[in-house]
């Protein structure tokens, strides 16, 4: 089975770090991370960060300045480095990916989120 596993999740202060990493289940599977989303109780799920067609970047208004998308391809894994957090930046974290496979392309695969906590 296809699947993308979120960690690097939990508790922190504001003004902390957290960096969230999107890797596949099995290293078999190549995946390819076109962003993150996240979901806070009672809240739909808004974007975090992608990466465009064209490569660039695009964030949240929110999480502008303060959050960077990265991905690295030898590692078959993708990022989110959140700086300057607060305690509206608590949801969980999904991470949004295309897996390849024996040739075929599963898009638009998700993982089953992290949990990030910004309290004192």
């Known amino acids: 089975q296809v699947q993308l596993v979120e960690s690097g999740g939990g508790l922190v202060q504001p003004g902390g770090s957290l960096r969230l990493s999107c890797a596949a289940s099995?290293?078999?599977?190549?995946?390819?991370?076109v962003g993150w989303y996240r979901q806070a109780p009672g809240k739909e799920r808004e974007l975090v960060a992608i990466?465009?067609?064209?490569?660039?970047?695009k964030y949240g208004d929110s999480v502008k300045g303060r959050f960077t998308i990265s991905r690295d391809n030898a590692k078959n894994t993708g990022y989110l480095q959140m700086n300057s957090l607060k305690p509206e930046d608590t949801a969980v974290y999904y991470c949004?990916?295309?897996?390849?496979?024996?040739?075929?392309?599963?898009?638009?695969?998700w993982g089953q989120g992290t949990l990030v906590t910004v309290s004192l």
């Open positions: 099995r290293s078999i599977f190549r995946i390819n991370v």
């Open positions: 949004n990916a295309n897996v390849y496979y024996n040739g075929v392309v599963y898009s638009d695969r």
């Open positions: 990466f465009t067609s064209g490569g660039s970047t």
